[in-house]
């Protein structure tokens, strides 16, 4: 896997970044601040595409599954007048839905359909990127071996794409109970926001099962989960503590909690806000490491920057891997000619 640093200009970030300078400094105890960390090009769009929904046609506008997953950022969804849903059979006839970052099987795009729902795709296009390699190699009757979460929302819009030609791998330990058709046509493929380097166990561990197992196209763990780990490794070894602002059910943050401890942090934690961090967990700590997850607003982490100076921690060191300003457009069904047509049905 090979770490991505994309070059284009992206406009939308710096407003919604708080400036980290702004935070008061004091005391000599050091953090290390993770960069890359928090939104990625996809939740970037996803949030906006969600923000613009609700501006052009009004509350309420429905998103099936949480957009991107961060308490946060759906909780302050929920005030403007989102309503999220588990699934397209709640929401009323002719209403506004909004397929969520991670991605959505055909099977709800049809269920969507059947409703009359006006729909808005805001699924990351790195998404749809490993859903059409599943399309394609389902079309070339492949075993496709799928490395994911079991039950993940982005696991379940993949495997959709091809029911029958997709087999779910948890995991190194799963791989003993794979079996496939035909041992000289077998792909892996997999979800975005995995371990790197648990992934490429897993690989591993196929190839020995399956030497002829081909690889996908290009990286299927996107960019910024790529990126987010790396940072995270390089400052592990030097922290007592790394705090992974993040919430519970983000793949990518969790994974950044596992990173830290396997590439030597002493301890690492998982927070949505500063006030869940317990300041315990300070005792005989010099050195905290913070990142945050691909989904996770700047100002959450510009909160617990507040609660560290509080206790000491002052010398901000940041640790910077790699730049990024990758941005997507967004969904075609946000263009305007596309909007006036949904805002005349529904009014
Ligand atoms: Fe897209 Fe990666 Fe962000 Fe997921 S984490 S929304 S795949 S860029």
């Known amino acids: ?124 296009p790195l998404v749809t990127k490993v859903h059409q390699e599943a399309k394609r190699f389902a079309r070339g009757d492949y075993d496709i071996l799928l490395i994911g979460h079991d039950g993940h929302e982005e696991v379940e819009g993949t495997a959709g794409e091809a029911p029958e030609h997709v087999q779910l791998v948890s995991g190194p330990d799963a791989v003993d109970s794979v079996t496939v058709r035909d041992e000289d046509r ?40 790529q990126n987010r780990q790396v940072a995270v490794k390089e400052m592990a070894p030097r922290c007592d503590l790394v705090i992974v602002v993040g919430s519970g059910n983000s793949s990518n943050s969790v994974r950044l909690v596992e990173v830290a401890l396997q590439a030597g942090a002493k301890d690492a934690r998982l927070v949505d806000y500063a006030r869940e961090v317990d300041t315990s967990w300070f005792d005989g700590v010099t050195t905290v490491g913070v990142t945050s997850g691909a989904s996770v607003p700047e100002v959450l982490v510009r909160g617990v920057l507040e609660l560290l100076a509080e206790h000491g921690f002052g010398d901000v060191e940041p640790v910077q891997t790699a730049q990024e300003s990758l941005v997507f457009s967004l969904p075609r069904e946000l263009r305007p000619s596309r909007v006036l047509k949904v805002a005349d049905v529904t009014s």
């Open 1 to 124: 896997m090979s770490q991505t640093v994309v070059a284009l200009p992206n406009p939308r970030l710096p407003q919604r970044r708080e400036r980290l300078q702004d935070v008061p400094i004091a005391g000599d105890k050091k953090i290390l601040l993770a960069a890359p960390r928090g939104y990625c090009a996809g939740v970037d769009r996803a949030v906006i595409t969600v923000e613009q929904a609700l501006e052009r046609h009004g509350a309420p506008v429905y998103v099936r599954k949480q957009i991107v997953h961060n308490r946060h950022v759906v909780e302050t969804l929920t005030e403007r007048g989102v309503v999220f849903v588990e699934e397209t059979d709640e929401v009323p006839e002719g209403a506004i839905l909004v397929f969520s970052a991670h991605g959505v099987s055909p099977a709800v795009r049809e269920s969507a359909e059947e409703r009359k729902l006006h729909t808005i795709d805001a699924t990351c």
């Open 186 to 225: 077998v792909v892996w493929v997999s979800q975005t926001t995995l371990s790197v380097d648990e992934t490429m166990e897993t690989v591993r561990k196929l190839r020995e099962r399956f030497p002829k197992l081909q690889d996908p196209p290009s990286d299927d763990i996107c960019y910024a989960t």
